[in-house]
């Protein structure tokens, strides 16, 4: 039986593995930062469209709509 050939992604993933060193693993986050980010993106949105006329959340939806559905056409 023949010996299966290796995928050329597979070599090359292990040439890199022998040139680079290994990276250090990610950091652990701090909880209290984490949690104070969450809670100041948690208010943003909302206060941004309490603040917001009805016009300005039209035009924004308007560009919105058109920027996922309007490629290709004038």
Do not use: C, Y
Not at 23 to 35: G, L, Q
Request: aromatic share 2%; charged share 30%; net charge positive.
């Amino acid at each position: 039986m023949a010996k299966k050939q290796p995928d050329p992604s597979e070599i090359a993933r292990h040439a890199l593995d022998a040139v680079v060193p290994d990276a250090e693993p990610p950091k652990e986050k701090n909880p209290a930062a984490v949690a104070l980010g969450r809670l100041g993106g948690v208010k943003g949105g909302a206060a941004r469209a309490a603040k917001l006329t009805a016009e300005q959340r039209k035009e924004i939806a308007q560009r919105a709509a058109k920027a996922r559905w309007g490629h290709g056409r004038s």
